[in-house]
Structure formats: structure tokens, C-alpha cells
């Protein structure tokens, strides 16, 4: 049965830089579409990026654009999403989800994802 799991996730000064992991098991992870999302207190789960089965990425959104990357490694069975240049209003739970789809798909609608992980805990403060 896939599972999702994120780590790395903590308390970091503005300006600094965090690297989340999202561990995929029971599935190939070649053969699954990964999203990042991440959801702040009181607001709407937001699309950060995605990384379709043959590797394209897809940025979604304008809050994170230009600060994050996002690299798979499918030995490790792996997903990682660098978050640069952090910023108090980053302070969120970040999630990763899964989706069995073709592959060039992506998509920034959570609806579209069928497996998450429980999140890991981003704060951006001084």
C-alpha cells in the first residue's frame, strides 16, 4: 500500500533554508506523480509544485516561485522540496501527495491526489 512521509521540516530564522523530504513506500516511486502542498492556519491548502512520472516539473502559484526546488531520487525513493530565502509568512504544514497517473500528468488541485502524507511543521521567525 503506498505510504507517504514527510521529514525535515523545524524552526528556522528568516532568510533561511529548509529541505523536506517525502519518502514513498509501497510503490515505485517512477511510477507516481508527487505534489507539494503546504497549508497555514486558517487558510486553504495551497499548491507549491509537482513532479510528474517522466520528471517534469510544474511550479504552481507566485508565493514560493523562484525559492524552492524540487528533485527526486528514485533510489533513495525520495522526493525533496528546498525551500530558500524563508519568510514568517512560509510558517505552514507542508504536505506531499501521491497520485497514479500517466506520465507527463500534473496538477495543482489537492483534489486530484489520493494519498498524504501527515505533514511536516515549517516556521520561518526570529
Known amino acids: 500500500q503506498l505510504q507517504l512521509v514527510e521529514s525535515g521540516g523545524g524552526l528556522v530564522q528568516p532568510g533561511g533554508s529548509l529541505r523536506l523530504s517525502c519518502t514513498v513506500s509501497?510503490?515505485?516511486?517512477?511510477?507516481?506523480?508527487i505534489g507539494w502542498f503546504r497549508q497555514a492556519p486558517g487558510k486553504e491548502r495551497e499548491a507549491i509544485s509537482c513532479?510528474?512520472?517522466?520528471?517534469?516539473?510544474?511550479p504552481y502559484g507566485t508565493s514560493l516561485r523562484g525559492r524552492t526546488t524540487i528533485t527526486r531520487d528514485n533510489v533513495a525513493s525520495a522526493v525533496y522540496l528546498e525551500l530558500n530565502d524563508l519568510k514568517p509568512e512560509d510558517t505552514a504544514a507542508y504536505y506531499c501527495?501521491?497520485?497514479?497517473?500517466?506520465?507527463?500528468?500534473?496538477?495543482?488541485?489537492?483534489?486530484?491526489?489520493?494519498?498524504w502524507g501527515r505533514g511536516t511543521q515549517v516556521t520561518a521567525s526570529s
Open positions: 513532479i510528474s512520472r517522466a520528471g517534469f516539473i510544474t
Open positions: 509501497g510503490a515505485t516511486l517512477a511510477n507516481v506523480v
Open positions: 501527495a501521491a497520485v497514479k497517473r500517466s506520465n507527463f500528468y500534473c496538477s495543482p488541485d489537492a483534489k486530484d491526489y489520493n494519498i
